[in-house]
């Protein structure tokens, strides 16, 4: 099976715009999850979403948001971007069919805000 | 509300030192465990996990954890580390119940040669 995939790899962003990041899950995999990782914060919950809804929520502001497609691709948007949102972005997906099914995770999108 | 904790921000330790990661979770409800290994400049990996049954589990590379679930913890250890352990440990808590996962905010190893 092909792994979680994110693209792009890389970006560069100036203060105020907004971005999209996408993420194609593990074929078969439902649930896929968004994690954004910065040094000495570990990784922090985003949000969840599973067959096209969005499971759970972590406390993020509301420039961050999301969607699933049926296909199980997903995306996640910034608004108005800020300095502090420069990390990584680290999407996961897992089968979700009962207990012992971790997440696999994808390479990441770095961020840099300017 | 719930959270992971790793007590140790950053081990050091030389070659054929024993190792061990605490990690402890606030949640009184089922768990699944987990254990990931980043690497340097590569993505996070699934290194052991558990769910049910034996609460000594055995994962890639020689590496164990062991639940102990009225300490609510789930610490990683490994008799002899290696210089290519070298990397960052996150400790992972699934709440079953709600499919909510939440990681700790990971552990560095730095191994010497």
């Known amino acids: 099976k092909a792994g979680v995939t994110q693209t792009p790899r890389y970006l560069i962003k100036t203060r105020g715009q907004q971005v999209t990041l996408s993420c194609s899950p593990i074929?078969?995999?439902?649930?896929v999850s968004w994690y954004q990782q910065t040094p000495g914060q570990g990784l922090q919950f985003l949000f969840e979403?599973?067959?096209?809804?969005?499971?759970n929520k972590g406390n993020f502001p509301g420039r961050f948001s999301g969607r699933q497609f049926s296909n199980s691709r997903s995306e996640m948007n910034v608004s108005t971007l800020e300095l502090g949102d420069s990390a990584l972005y680290l999407c996961?997906?897992?089968?979700?069919?009962?207990?012992?099914?971790?997440?696999?995770f994808g390479s990441g999108t770095r961020l840099t805000v300017v | 509300a719930q959270s992971v904790s790793q007590h140790n921000h950053h081990v050091i330790l030389s070659e054929a030192a024993s190792l061990e990661l605490g990690c402890n979770y606030s949640y009184g409800g089922t768990v699944n465990l987990f254990w990931y290994v980043q690497y340097p400049g590569q993505h996070l990996q699934l290194l052991l996990k558990?769910?049910?049954?034996?609460?000594l589990v055995k994962g890639i590379k020689g590496f164990e954890a062991e639940f102990i679930k009225s300490k609510f913890s789930f610490n990683l250890r490994k008799p002899s580390v290696q210089w290519s352990d070298t990397a960052e440990y996150f400790c992972?808590?699934?709440?079953?119940?709600?499919?909510?996962?939440?990681f700790g905010a990971g552990t560095r190893l730095t191994v010497k040669p």
């Open positions: 996961a997906s897992r089968e979700d069919r009962g207990q012992g099914y971790g997440y696999t």
């Open positions: 992972a808590v699934l709440m079953y119940n709600n499919n909510d996962m939440r």
């Open positions: 558990y769910f049910s049954g034996d609460p």
């Open positions: 979403y599973f067959s096209e809804t969005q499971r």
């Open positions: 074929s078969g995999h439902r649930s």
